[in-house]
């Protein structure tokens, strides 16, 4: 699906376009092959790139082609929860052009005049689009550490498998954020030395390298939270299997006393105390001390 929007300066909001104008945003979603055909005849662009554009494994980079730049960085994606999609942005000679293979949520602030997006001014709107994907980032890590600082105050008790589940869900996310802070600081600093930013935009670009490294070392703090949650979750379950083992053994070793015995007498065989009236008394108080002793022994030891 291509889409075209163009907002001057004089304007007050953007407007969706039927064709292609001088100046315009061209937001491409999920193209097919004929769309990306008409992409790379139209505008002369280039079709490895674009396809690239649409690999959810990208890194994110700076390419440049033809005087075209390629830029492919990644934004939250809600399609499924806290997953990341890449993002192309190209800068022609007079368009913007985005693609992607999912429309990202921050569009709608785009299209609802929530942020100034003039797209006749390319490097502000590249500004603009960094920040809205940045705040994407910000504000699904806060919800995350939010999550997890939550699951610390939790006793193991109350924390079941669901939550254990979900705290692996959230190692994961928080894995591959700080893959995507990495790249995308590095990306920024790239930009900054190849592309002729006014001072005013390139101090934005630097603020929000700063905020990057702050996503990034608030998700590997969060990262050893999750870490530590799991191991103290996992010594404290060993620790209970563990006990109940030992409950068992020595049920298991109480029982297997009268078990020995019954099964002695039996036999057909001749027996001390068979033809004492009290034999069944006397075996039952020998029972009674040898458990009395046993348990004893294991108090001692402070096995229970």
């Known amino acids: 699906m291509i889409n075209y929007y163009k907002r001057t300066v004089r304007q007050k909001n953007i407007k969706k376009i039927p064709s292609f104008q001088i100046g315009c945003l061209i937001n491409v979603v999920n193209p097919d092959k004929k769309e990306i055909d008409y992409l790379v005849k139209k505008f002369k662009l280039d079709r490895h790139n674009l396809r690239s554009g649409l690999d959810p494994n990208e890194i994110p980079r700076l390419d440049d082609v033809n005087n075209v730049k390629y830029i492919f960085t990644s934004f939250v ?142 998700c590997k703090s969060s990262l050893k939270t999750i870490s530590n949650i799991r191991n103290y979750y996992t010594i404290l379950l060993s620790n209970r299997l563990n006990n109940i083992i030992t409950i068992l053994t020595i049920f298991t070793i109480l029982v297997s006393f009268p078990s020995a015995i019954s099964g002695i007498y039996g036999m057909n065989l001749r027996l001390p105390l068979e033809k004492n009236p009290a034999a069944f008394y006397y075996i039952l108080l020998f029972v009674g001390l040898s458990w009395v002793l046993f348990l004893s022994y294991l108090k001692k030891k402070k096995i229970i």
């Open 77 to 218: 994606s809600n399609v499924k929860k806290h997953s990341i999609d890449t993002y192309l942005i190209v800068i022609g000679g007079n368009f913007i052009l985005t693609l992607s293979k999912n429309q990202p949520d921050f569009f709608k602030k785009i299209l609802n005049d929530e942020i100034k997006f003039i797209t006749t001014q390319k490097l502000k709107c590249l500004i603009n689009l960094f920040s809205l994907i940045n705040e994407g980032f910000e504000e699904t890590t806060i919800d995350i550490i939010k999550s997890v600082q939550a699951k610390k105050r939790l006793s193991v008790n109350q924390i079941r498998e669901e939550g254990i589940n979900v705290l692996l869900e959230q190692e994961d996310t928080l894995n591959d954020f700080v893959s995507s802070y990495y790249y995308i600081n590095l990306l920024y600093e790239r930009i900054i030395k190849r592309i002729n930013f006014y001072e005013q935009d390139k101090e934005i670009l630097e603020d929000l390298i700063v905020e990057g490294n702050q996503g990034f070392n608030l």
